[in-house]
């Protein structure tokens, strides 16, 4: 799974430059599990090579946030609670959870999507219940801007303190290889979590 996302990320940045890191953000943001801690690093070892700059990268993967939160944000807004009711077992959203986000939209607004950016796994998915709360679209698409930012502009240069590293630093092979294991395992650990709270969700008969 993790060589063929890495496959795709690179096939398309490859293929498209800065434009191909926006669309990749944009389906992540769009509830899409494209992990940007794939997406960045790479685009940012291409800065390493001289062929990105480091503040575009930053730039151009926050607006792709916004592209694609912006797309989640109107399916929640538009399908409510309704759809939450008949799809959000597979994204693991269901009444109760809803009903704990309105509250957290309630006391802290705009800081839930401004904080929700900033971290893993949850930033994919914070546009949908940002919309079936019917946030503020102005507030929304700012807050997804500024939050992203700082993210995709650390991912990018991580990505690019490796690439410069890559040649120079024999070690950093090994640490790498230990990485890639760490993240099979956490991403099996994960997918097995998804499937047996689907399996617990799924329709009585």
């Known amino acids: 799974m993790i060589a063929a996302l890495a496959h795709l990320v690179i096939a398309t940045i490859s293929s498209l430059g800065y434009a191909g890191v926006a669309v990749l953000m944009a389906l992540e943001s769009a509830c899409i599990p ?3 801690e794939v997406i960045l690093p790479f685009a940012g070892y291409l800065v390493s090579t001289g062929r990105f700059d480091l503040w575009i990268v930053a730039i151009v993967g926050a607006i792709g946030c916004n592209i694609g939160s912006t797309l989640a944000y109107a399916v929640g807004y538009a ?15 269901d009444q109760t959870e809803l009903a704990r986000v309105e509250t957290f939209f309630a006391r802290y607004g705009s800081l839930t999507v401004l904080i929700s950016r900033m971290l893993p796994v949850i930033r994919t998915y914070i546009a949908l219940p940002a919309g079936v709360a019917r946030m503020n679209i102005w507030k929304f698409e700012i807050y997804t801007f500024v939050g992203s930012l700082p993210w995709c502009l650390a991912l990018a240069y991580v990505g690019l303190r490796l690439g410069r590293a890559w040649e120079t ?3 950093l ?7 890639t ?25």
Request: no cysteine.
């Open 173 to 179: 092979h090994s640490v790498m290889h230990i990485f």
């Open 169 to 171: 630093n024999p070690q």
């Open 79 to 93: 399908g409510g609670r309704p759809l939450v009711d008949r799809f959000g077992r597979y994204i693991l959203l």
């Open 34 to 36: 494209i992990p940007s």
């Open 181 to 205: 294991l760490a993240t099979v395992a956490v991403l099996a650990a994960f997918a097995a979590w998804y499937a047996l709270r689907l399996w617990r969700r799924r329709p009585a008969r």
